[in-house]
């Protein structure tokens, strides 16, 4: 499977306790997105990563919310001090970034679901 | 503030039947506009439109944006059972992505 990938699928934690979540881009892909997407709503923009470069972060990412793309290939989310309100689908996305118009086109990973008790 | 509304929020409709949904968008550094349909997972990649006037078709959907009016349209016909899933629009502005809440679409047998 060459599509993007995120690990775990599920996962479920106490108030509190921090949470790491991982992407992996396809392959040949230099933008990766994260985003968030509660019950009912579109997903919600997180931050973005050009490379291993982090480009933007939504203000809607506290300081308890920290991305990484230490090599421009995979990415991980980490939450500190989760809180109910994180439970949500984190969504990872990547493209590739050019001049044609069907680049950027971004696909989409399965999703991280996170449940905080 | 970029924002990106969708309409209806939901639509049920019979087999065979045409749905048009709606995209309308106040966004600063436009780029692209993008159609998504998602079940129950990710969203999957439809279109993505960047010029005016020109409509995208595959099979039985098609799509195509006004930017001077700021809105698209995403066009199924025949529709079938399998077309149930929520369709979401999304707008590229330089490095950000805005998302609509998506229209629900369900398609009665």
Same mark, same amino acid.
């Given at each position: 499977d060459t599509g993007v990938s995120q690990d775990p699928r599920h996962k479920i934690t106490k108030r509190g306790q921090n949470v790491t979540f991982r992407c992996d881009p396809i392959?040949?892909?230099?933008r990766l997105y994260w985003y968030r997407q509660t019950l009912g709503q579109g997903p919600e923009f997180l931050t973005y990563f050009q490379n291993e470069a982090q480009l933007e972060k939504s203000?809607?990412?506290?300081?308890r919310f920290s991305a990484e793309r230490p090599k421009g290939s995979f990415s991980t989310l980490e939450i500190q001090r989760? #809180?109910?309100? !994180?439970?949500a689908m984190y969504l990872c996305a990547s493209s590739w970034s050019g001049?044609? #118009?069907?680049? !950027?086109t971004q696909y989409f990973g399965p999703g991280t679901r996170l449940t905080v008790l | 503030e970029d924002k990106v509304v969708q309409s209806p929020l939901s639509l049920v409709v019979h087999e065979g039947d045409t749905v048009t949904l709606n995209c309308s968008y106040e966004v600063t550094n436009f780029r692209s506009l993008l159609w998504y349909k998602q079940e129950k997972k990710a969203p999957t990649f439809l279109f993505m439109l960047t010029s005016s006037g020109i409509e995208k078709k595959s099979g039985r959907l098609s799509s195509i944006l006004d930017k001077k009016e700021l809105f698209s349209i995403l066009n199924i016909t025949a529709?079938?059972?399998?077309?149930s899933a929520i369709y979401l629009c999304a707008v590229e502005t330089g490095n950000q992505f805005y998302f609509g809440t998506g229209t629900s679409l369900t398609v009665i047998p």
């Open positions: 392959s040949e892909h230099n203000r809607l990412l506290s300081d989760t #809180e109910q309100g !994180d439970s001049a044609l #118009e069907m680049e !950027d | 529709t079938q059972t399998g077309d």
